[in-house]
């Protein structure tokens, strides 16, 4: 069967100021038609140049690319006609409705009108959009937003679909409701689809992965071909007395250990030859098997040069340093958060999550002193939030969902700025920024601008300056929305060493699979507290008759399905 799109020795470079960066460098495969092909790579890997290529949006520097047969670079006017393109940030028009975006984006593809109504009918079924054609696309959750996006995509039925990234940033729920309507596509309209993502659970989705890492194909085939090989290698590794973080960093540092992840309340290893290293102690090893995202990591992880150390002394005892009672927050008569209680302790990574529209990021701005709240009490390091915010403030450290970091200033520039705004004067300015280089290894871009970095290292940037006033509270809004497993692991090997160092740590995160590394959880739907506990209690309160305990996505599903019946 022949290729709906075949890429040859391509090669794609972009100038950035006086250096040159190779986004793509001979890359060459295949997409087969009729199935789901996943591309997958770490930040910078070259994914959406490869889309933007493959859309006609882009011209390849050397190297030839065939779409439907058609030649990119000579007829890119007939491949954007033959194809539908999904990018990141999909252009969805906030001020209209859900009908105005349709009606758009069918006039921009030449849709005939008198064949709207019934493609219409078809994707507001497929997308559950029906009941919504007349809200303001601005009105929609993350979740909605995704499938309008894709539905205003498909408005003209494509027989080669690109996606790029359409999951980043969406619930478990929607995200699945996603992957649902991709896999109608396919067997109901014998659609072809090249789908980039950051979360490597998706990759055992498609029937094929084309593995990307500097721009360069490292691998393509079945998931199973790419962790097959594995075998022999995967463990999960438990100790009744050691906590997870502590039995994680010691594993993850020790000879002929390649990976350690949390993992359904244990710690989830790779070995770099077949076989457990010698057990310490009371550890208990069990062999498990391999997935794709073991085999991502053997192939493209490199040791990391400087290690995150834990504290080799605990803190000290756990005190409550976040309060949170009857809160509530209302717009108009909307509450988007009602009768919300709980409290968090020094020490703890605590997780905020739930759907999109929930009411999570609305609670995290409370909880931060950045939206007042309409009632209830709440109370942040020893200060109520109603009284004395800015005091408040001073102890706590923010990370927003989206980079707001200043773009055009540079790496120095930016710690520099973000330091005297935090207060930091004179010697200890110079120490914390130094440490901040040091800690993040912030060294070899110091002088780029931020706006220019990848976007692992604009993470890493952020959370820098939030930490540069040393604070006792850490938020963290959806951090590692969009990261690769890579960056992510090293994201969380910081947020557990200030955890251990009695930083209070709270996050927002729609990875399930990063649950884990909460110590408690809270589980929210239409602004209401649904569950409340560790993610192992979380679990068992979802285990079905038959005693198999859920993994903690199709538990939170389980949670969010019920509330929504």
């Not at 493209?300 to 927050?329: D, F, M, S, Y």
Request: aromatic residues 6%; contains cysteine.
């Amino acid at each position: 069967m022949q290729a709906v799109l075949r890429a040859a020795q391509l090669c794609k470079g972009f100038a950035r100021g006086k250096s040159r960066v190779e986004a793509l460098d001979e890359v060459t495969f295949e997409v087969r038609p009729g199935v789901v092909t996943g591309l997958i790579g770490p930040d910078g890997a070259g994914k959406t140049t490869l889309m933007r290529l493959a859309a006609g949006l882009l011209l390849p520097d050397t190297g030839s690319l065939e779409v439907m047969g058609l030649d990119v670079v000579s007829t890119p006017l007939e491949v954007q006609a033959s194809i539908g393109y999904m990018p990141q940030r999909f252009g969805l028009y906030t001020d209209l409705s859900v009908q105005e975006n349709l009606d758009l984006y069918a006039d921009l593809q030449g849709v005939d009108p008198r064949a709207r109504p019934a493609r219409y009918a078809r994707l507001m079924e497929m997308t559950g959009l029906a009941p919504f054609t007349g809200r303001l696309a601005g009105q929609l959750s993350g979740g909605m937003k995704q499938k309008l996006g894709l539905a205003c995509t498909l408005v003209r039925p494509p027989r080669l679909l690109l996606l790029d990234e359409p999951t980043v940033g969406v619930d478990p729920v929607s995200r699945r409701e996603l992957w649902a309507i991709v896999y109608q596509l396919v067997e109901q309209e014998q659609m072809s689809v090249l789908l980039s993502t950051a979360y490597l659970d998706e990759a055992q989705r498609c029937a094929e992965v084309v593995l990307l890492h500097q721009g360069r194909v490292v691998g393509q085939g079945s998931p199973d071909a790419f962790s097959r090989p594995l075998q022999g290698r995967t463990y999960q590794v438990g100790h009744p007395q050691l906590g997870r973080r502590r039995l994680q960093a010691e594993l993850a540092a020790r000879e002929g250990v390649l990976d350690a992840v949390l993992q359904d309340a244990q710690v989830r290893v790779v070995t770099q030859t077949p076989g457990a290293p010698p057990q310490r102690g009371e550890e208990q090893w069990q062999a498990v098997a391999p997935r794709f995202e073991d085999a991502f990591v053997e192939r493209l992880a490199v040791p990391h040069p400087h290690p995150v150390q834990l504290p080799t002394q605990a803190p000290g005892e756990a005190r409550e340093v976040i309060k949170v009672a009857g809160l509530e927050r209302r717009f108009g008569a909307f509450r988007a958060v009602r009768d919300l209680s709980f409290s968090v302790h020094s020490g703890e990574v605590f997780g905020l999550l739930g759907a999109n529209g929930a009411g999570k990021t609305t609670t995290f701005r409370m909880l931060c002193g950045l939206l007042p709240p309409s009632g209830g009490q709440l109370q942040v390091a020893g200060h109520d939030l109603r009284r004395a915010a800015a005091r408040a403030r001073r102890e706590i450290g923010y990370m927003s969902q989206r980079f707001s970091l200043y773009g055009h200033l540079s790496v120095a520039q930016n710690l520099g700025f973000f330091a005297r705004a935090y207060g930091l004067r004179g010697d200890y300015l110079r120490q914390r920024i130094a440490w901040a280089m040091r800690e993040f290894e912030l060294e070899p871009v110091a002088t780029v601008d931020a706006v220019e970095l990848p976007l692992g290292y604009q993470q890493r940037l952020a959370m820098a300056a939030a930490l540069l006033h040393e604070p006792r509270i850490l938020f963290l809004d959806e951090p590692t929305s969009g990261v690769d497993p890579l960056a992510r692991r090293e994201f969380w090997a910081r947020i557990n060493a200030q955890a251990e160092a009695g930083v209070t740590v709270l996050v927002t995160t729609h990875f399930m699979e990063e649950a884990e590394y909460c110590d408690r959880l809270a589980i929210m739907a239409s602004g209401e507290l649904l569950a409340l506990g560790t993610p192992a209690q979380v679990r068992a309160r979802c285990t079905g008759a038959d005693g198999v305990v859920p993994s903690f996505e199709e538990a939170f599903i389980q949670l969010i399905e019920g509330h929504a019946a």
